[in-house]
């Protein structure tokens, strides 16, 4: 942390205490969906919550011209504060109301995400960038590991998910209010004609297409195996307990990837590899030795991935002496890049469970997701080889 400024390290330090919330009940509230609903239901509101963050990013370059982002992060953790508190009120009758809770909850995550991406670009420095993510990585996950376990010994020895929920909604609540001093910058000159007439280099269509393909697998496979580890565990604590974990080595990898891709941007290939193998094994092996495999391997592996896909990102801009104050659309578009794959992932999912059980139906799509990694693998190896002069510096 002490190779960053202060701006970055208190950027970090806002996403610990948001995926901190997150980890406290997120996976929880999925797990709530299924066991009073079915797989299919939980996927039904994964898809409306990644619409709505979509189209609540679309409109917040619109918003960043009257309001900074710093305002936008904070409405976005207030949202999340409703959600939960909203999830507490209604407690069994929520599978009744996930298409407003889910557009809830989606608004939410569209307003602090727009607002974070615009100041980690802004206060990100370019020969530090691969370090930057990777500390994030580290950070997050260590925050990401304090809540799971809590959140499942809140669920099995008080009152159950209604308690954990009130507490969600006090963590963001409390957040809102007291994460800090944001970074402050211009307010931007914003345009959707921009995204036609704009003119997209042969090296920024790369990063669309590496954005859209790991969009295709990274929520789903999050969602799906949360669900599978519930059925393998069957218990609310034990999955805290495989989620924290998770984190923990997740930290782990981080650290890892951070300083083997300073030294080899090839590196990148001990994830798609590492994450393509540990999905195999998880849908092979449908029991505790599985899972264990499948957090270990993807929890040591999968950060190589993220961190090289932010950093490429962030370089790629650089390169193109990007004007961030005039120019939010490519935010933007990079984010439909994104969106759009993950929230047709949930819905050909949804019609494929439709087949039969529903359960055995998950574990056998899980075989399906090795491709992308690996093929995401592919797009970093030609977009490494054709710009290697965007490649970070340590």
């Known amino acids: 942390m002490m190779k960053l400024n202060a701006d970055e390290r208190n950027l970090i330090l806002v996403q610990g205490l948001y995926n901190f919330g997150t980890a406290l009940a997120g996976i929880f509230v999925s797990i709530y969906i299924f066991s009073r609903s079915n797989v299919s239901t939980t996927l039904l509101f994964n898809a409306v919550t990644f619409t709505a963050l979509l ?18 992060i904070r409405a976005g953790l207030f949202l999340n504060a409703v959600f939960y508190f909203l999830l507490f009120l209604v407690k069994d009758q929520a599978v009744h109301y996930l298409v407003p809770l889910g557009v809830l909850s989606g608004i939410g995550l569209g307003n602090f995400w ?54 969600a909604f006090l963590v963001y609540f409390l957040a809102a209010f007291f994460i800090g001093k944001l970074p402050e910058h211009e307010l931007l000159t914003f345009s959707y004609k921009k995204f036609i007439t704009h003119k997209r280099s042969a090296v920024w269509k790369r990063v669309l297409w590496q954005h859209a393909i790991f969009g295709s697998f990274d929520v789903l496979m999050g969602s799906m195996t949360g669900i599978l580890m519930f059925v393998v565990v069957k218990n609310e604590l034990f999955l805290g307990y495989s989620q924290t974990i998770s984190a923990i080595i997740l930290a782990a990898g981080s650290w890892i990837a951070l300083r083997l891709l300073k030294k080899s941007p090839y590196a990148f290939w001990v994830g798609a590899i590492g994450v393509a193998i540990s999905i195999v094994v998880f849908a092979a092996i ?39 104050r005039s120019n939010f659309h490519v935010f933007i578009e990079r984010d439909i890049a994104l969106g759009i794959p993950r929230i047709v992932s949930y819905v050909i999912l949804m019609y494929v469970l439709r087949q039969g059980d529903q359960v055995q139906l998950a574990w056998n799509a899980l075989y399906v997701l090795p491709i992308f990694p690996i093929l995401l693998g592919i797009l970093f190896t030609v977009h490494a080889k054709r710009e290697s002069e965007i490649l970070p510096v340590s």
Not at 55 to 72: A, D, N, P, Q, W
Not at 286 to 309: A, C, E, K, N, Q
């Open 55 to 72: 189209l609540s990013y679309l409109c917040s370059g619109r918003v960043m011209e009257t309001i900074k982002s710093g305002m936008l």
């Open 114 to 167: 727009a607002g974070l991406n615009l100041n980690q670009y802004v206060y990100s420095q370019h020969h530090t960038r691969v370090h930057y993510f990777g500390m994030q990585g580290v950070i997050n996950n260590i925050f990401r590991a304090i809540g799971p376990v809590i959140g499942g010994m809140i669920i099995v020895f008080s009152a159950g998910y209604a308690v954990l929920f009130f507490i």
């Open 286 to 324: 449908r029991d505790m030795r599985g899972l264990i495999f499948f957090v270990l391997l993807s929890g040591i592996t999968g950060p190589f991935l993220t961190t090289w896909l932010l950093t490429a990102w962030f370089h790629t801009l650089d390169r193109q002496e990007f004007d961030w």
